[in-house]
């Protein structure tokens, strides 16, 4: 699997994600992944706001998300079925202001993934929307999914014999994270201006057709379940608390 970033122009509120794609790829692989930053998507839906204090920045991270609960550093907060820093608002890169995540960012990759396939004339192609996340006791970020098309994002092993012949009861592989956690590598963190990458080479299944909740887990089944069992339960009416 081979995963090339790709050095573009600094992407401006309002700029045109379609074309701006175009500017930068003159071609686009058969059986290949476009990952786009989650920041870019945002900043093409106009998904930007300015907080004047901490007051005001703390109203929008509660608006945006699920849960919301202060910690030493950031937000600690639950938005689109994710444990995320302060909804995923982000200040870095933003020109001064606030960049909050995509509206769907499932609906903008199919979105981007059609458009990209007429012009490009490719039938096999994914398209990736990433961030980045922290990971409890680990330093550093690495990137994650949050919104895919084209390919399947989950692999399931589950049913399959291992290499004693022992039935699989559990394994599966997160297939779209791990493609984001390779494709946020090489991209950056910090003034690199690559927003896009290509991935060419992954051993992914092409679809186009995909189920936004496979990557899911409800809280009942999740392993990390006793870790949340004392998040404050949302207010009953505006979904905050």
């Known amino acids: ?32 992944v476009l990952v786009v930053t989650s920041k870019i998507v ?19 991270i509660r608006s ?24 995923g608002i982000d200040k870095s890169n933003a020109d001064g202001k606030l960049v909050l995540l995509p509206k769907d960012s499932y609906k903008a990759a199919r979105l981007l993934r059609a458009k990209l396939r007429r012009a490009y004339k490719v039938t096999h192609l994914g398209v990736l929307l990433t961030d980045s996340r922290t990971v409890p006791f680990r330093a ?9 098309a084209g390919f399947r994002g989950v692999r399931d092993y589950r049913g399959q014999p291992d290499l004693f012949g022992r039935t699989l009861t559990f394994s599966r592989t997160d297939i779209a994270d791990g493609l984001a956690a390779a494709a946020v590598l090489v991209m950056g963190e ?27 887990i ?13 998040l404050p339960r949302k207010r009953r009416g505006d979904g905050k608390i």
Request: aromatic share 8%; charged share 35%; net charge negative.
């Open 140 to 148: 550093g970020v690495t990137g994650v999914s949050l919104g895919y």
């Open 190 to 216: 910090g003034d690199e201006r690559q927003p896009l990458a290509l991935v060419t080479g992954a051993p992914i299944e092409f679809c186009d057709r995909i189920r936004r909740e496979e990557l899911h």
């Open 1 to 32: 699997m081979n995963v090339h970033p790709i050095k573009t122009r600094i992407f401006r509120e309002g700029d045109d994600l379609f074309m701006f794609v175009r500017d930068h790829l003159r071609k686009l692989p058969e059986r290949s």
């Open 64 to 87: 945006e998300s699920d849960v919301a609960i202060p910690t030493k550093y950031v937000w600690l907060t639950i938005k689109d079925g994710m444990v995320m820093a302060s909804a």
């Open 218 to 230: 409800d809280i009942e089944d999740d392993m990390y379940r006793p870790l949340f069992l004392k």
């Open 42 to 60: 945002a900043l093409s839906e106009r998904r930007t706001a300015v907080a004047g204090d901490d007051k005001a920045e703390e109203r929008l």
